[in-house]
């Protein structure tokens, strides 16, 4: 292929050589054999001797022009022999080793080996008249392919990385040569591409300058399989958080750092990103060098292989100025729990006409200042309720609990509010029982929250939706909304404490930015997670996830024997 022209004048040369080489032996037999003739004349002193020799030394001229014909004719045919051996030798080599592609003038595919089937997925019948910029899937990677043809047609030689694409769309790198195709009259009659596949030692020089860059990270980094959880790189802060041993910084697996009930959490954790509901995802738990916010997104190290990256960062720094500023404001919660406790009593006994009739107008004041009692009320007992939380005071009493009794209470118990805010909460029947183990009386805190936020920024005269979701192992419970959305800047800190979503808070339903924190310390409590999804301008779902009980797995089977 590539090298006929090589050959084509190698032959060439051989046969001029060959060819100055047989006149003079010709010459010089020739010589000789007049001189014999010659000689015999003058012998015998005879011209018909003369004749008679002279006739002898033209027919062994001949003899021997044939002779000598036919020992080129051979040393030709074995030259060409040699050279076609090593031509077919050199295209063998190429072809094990390399991707090898031919193509006609107008670049459509008239050849490839076996190493192009494997690289990139076709066979030979799929890829052979397909035009070779199929496999440029790019327009920059297009632009190049065909910068690059323009090089080769005026007869040189085109190197370069090449970013292309197999039958199945992933990314294959290559260093590629194109070289013209030559044929027999010296015309470029198409090309050969010969590539080698550079995809690895890409991505692996790509991983080695990832992993010197983040050795020198304070947060602890580990990458693992997303579903063997091997591990394949930890850094130097890692291991020392997770106290493994340097020896075991070789692929591990992450069972060799939880126990199997923390390996179920950290599994429903993973839950979100794996199913692709979540582009991230964070928790935080208390490990034993203190406690720690757990980062964790998707990563793609080569074509085609997946990778879960996460981030552990120390948040012990964070804890205790969240912790101080929660007990002073425990501390002022606690000073007004008591005066708030009487306002709300007195305003009470008024109300009820104890003390005497009212005018229409008074009874409104008193009203108005006997709901705003209950919302500052609240506010407390939300403070005093979180300190308990992160102190580790608030006590869990964990009972056989159905999730849908959980919701319709909580329907019930918010109506008033939901009135107020002029929306209506509905609950979808899930039509079998959702047993979980947990503290209803929690659990109803954490519903009471989510409602009231989702009541508070929905539209006049919508529905807030309330449903349980099947998610296999665990129950999901959902409470979505026709609001606002919650905007891009908000999300990532709109668990912490104190936090308000600016420019869509109701100026009517003062709030401390507590209830949403209350809410995920409650579910982690229980084991659970507790996450949301959002639209802006069409509205936010919260949920939240709760192992399954075993009495829900008994009614299940139940179900299915009936």
Not at 93 to 98: F, V, Y
Not at 221 to 247: G, H, K, L, M, Q
Not at 536 to 548: A, C, H, I, P, S
Request: aromatic share 6%; glycine share 6%.
């Amino acid at each position: 292929m590539v090298f006929e022209a090589g050959m084509k004048q190698k032959f060439d040369k051989r046969r001029g050589v060959q060819s100055d080489l047989s006149w003079v032996f010709s010459a010089l037999v020739v010589s000789l054999l007049l001189v014999g003739a010659f000689w015999a004349m003058q012998t015998s002193g005879r011209v018909d001797s003369f004749l008679l020799a002279t006739a002898v030394v033209l027919l062994v001229s001949a003899g021997a022009g044939s002779l000598k014909n036919v020992i080129r004719a051979r040393n030709l045919s074995g030259q060409m022999m040699a050279d076609s051996m090593t031509v077919a030798l050199q295209e063998q080599i190429l072809s094990e080793h390399t991707i090898v592609c031919v193509t006609d003038t107008f670049g459509t595919i008239t050849e490839v080996n076996k190493n192009f089937s494997e690289t990139f997925g076709y066979t030979k019948d799929e890829i052979i008249g397909q035009p070779a910029s199929a496999l440029y899937r790019t327009d920059a990677a297009g632009s190049v392919y065909h910068a690059a043809l323009i090089t080769v047609k005026q007869g040189s030689l085109w190197s370069g990385l090449e970013e292309l694409s197999d039958k199945f769309g992933r990314r294959i790198t290559t260093q590629t040569t194109i070289s013209p195709k030559v044929g027999r009259n010296g015309q470029v009659v198409g090309f050969v591409f010969i590539r080698t596949d550079v995809t690895s030692a890409i991505a692996q020089s790509a991983e080695d300058s990832r992993n010197e860059l983040v050795e020198i990270l304070r947060d602890g980094v580990i990458i693992y399989d997303p579903w063997s959880y091997e591990v394949s790189y930890t850094n130097d802060a890692f291991i020392r958080r997770s106290r493994w041993a340097t020896d075991t910084k070789d692929p591990k697996s992450l069972n060799d750092l939880f126990h199997k009930h923390e390996m179920q959490l950290f599994q429903r954790y993973l839950g979100p990103l794996l199913n692709n509901e979540a582009h991230q995802v964070m928790f935080e738990f208390d490990h034993a060098s203190g406690p720690v916010e757990v980062l964790t997104h998707a990563i793609e190290d080569m074509p085609g292989k997946r990778s879960l990256i996460s981030v552990v960062r120390d948040i012990s720094e964070r804890k205790k100025a969240e912790q101080l500023k929660l007990s002073s404001v425990s501390t002022v919660s606690h000073e007004l729990r008591t005066p708030l406790t009487s306002i709300k009593g007195a305003l009470r006994l008024l109300d009820s006409g104890l003390m005497g009739e009212m005018t229409h107008d008074a009874r409104k004041l008193v009203n108005v200042a006997h709901r705003n009692s209950e919302r500052l009320l609240a506010i407390v007992n939300d403070i005093l309720t979180l300190e308990k939380l992160h102190s580790g005071n608030l006590m869990i009493s964990a009972n056989d609990v159905d999730l849908r009794t959980i919701l319709t209470d909580s329907a019930e118990a918010n109506a008033p509010f939901a009135a107020e805010c002029n929306v209506k909460f509905t609950v979808e029947d899930i039509g079998k029982p959702a047993h979980v183990r947990a503290d209803p009386q929690r659990l109803m805190q954490v519903m009471s929250n989510l409602l009231s936020n989702a009541a508070k920024f929905s539209p006049a005269g919508s529905d807030v939706k309330m449903r349980i979701r099947d998610s296999g192992d665990v129950w999901r419970v959902c409470v979505e909304d026709q609001g606002p959305g919650i905007p891009e800047h908000a999300r990532d800190t709109l668990f912490d404490s104190f936090i308000q979503i600016e420019g869509t808070q109701s100026n009517a339903f003062p709030s401390t930015g507590l209830g949403l924190t209350i809410c995920r310390e409650i579910v982690h409590r229980h084991g659970g997670q507790i996450s949301f999804d959002t639209k802006v301008g069409e509205g936010t779902t919260f949920y939240f996830d709760l192992e399954k009980s075993v009495a829900s797995e008994m009614s299940m089977n139940e179900t299915a024997v009936a």
